[in-house]
């Protein structure tokens, strides 16, 4: 079991940035692929950002188009916490933020195949 806790979330002027943290509990952090989801008031969850789990030295990252450029993901095993920082943002960006893990360290973000998720961290964009 893998237990998530957003946090980082709050209120930004476009152009803004923040950094989001999803704190995971469980021994092998390191194993799960992680991703980043977002869903905005009266659409459905999207893919944002997913970094693969780190077996070896390569963790590879994968990123929606529409934040590419402008948002990084990237995670601290020690710590067992995933990150995403948020450059440049819009207030299109304005969403309900969610961590989610996978067992297979190769998970690309298919939303379907996440087996855990955080609460949610609320980002507000104001233009």
């Known amino acids: 079991q893998v237990q998530l806790v957003e946090s980082g979330g709050g209120l930004v002027q476009a152009g803004g940035s923040l950094r989001l943290s999803c704190a995971a509990s469980g021994r092998t952090f390191n194993n799960y692929a992680m991703g980043w989801f977002r869903q905005a008031p009266g659409k459905e969850r999207e893919f944002v950002a997913t970094i693969t789990g780190s077996y070896g030295s390569f963790e590879y990252t994968r990123y929606a188009e529409f934040v590419k450029g402008r948002f990084t993901i990237s995670r601290d095993n020690a710590k067992n916490t995933v990150f995403l920082q948020m450059n440049s943002l819009k207030p299109e960006d304005t969403a309900v933020y969610y961590c989610?893990?996978?067992?297979?360290?190769?998970?690309?973000?298919?939303?379907?195949?996440?087996?855990?998720w955080g609460q949610g961290t609320q980002v507000t964009v104001s233009s």
């Open positions: 989610a893990a996978a067992s297979d360290s190769r998970w690309s973000g298919d939303l379907r195949s996440a087996e855990f």
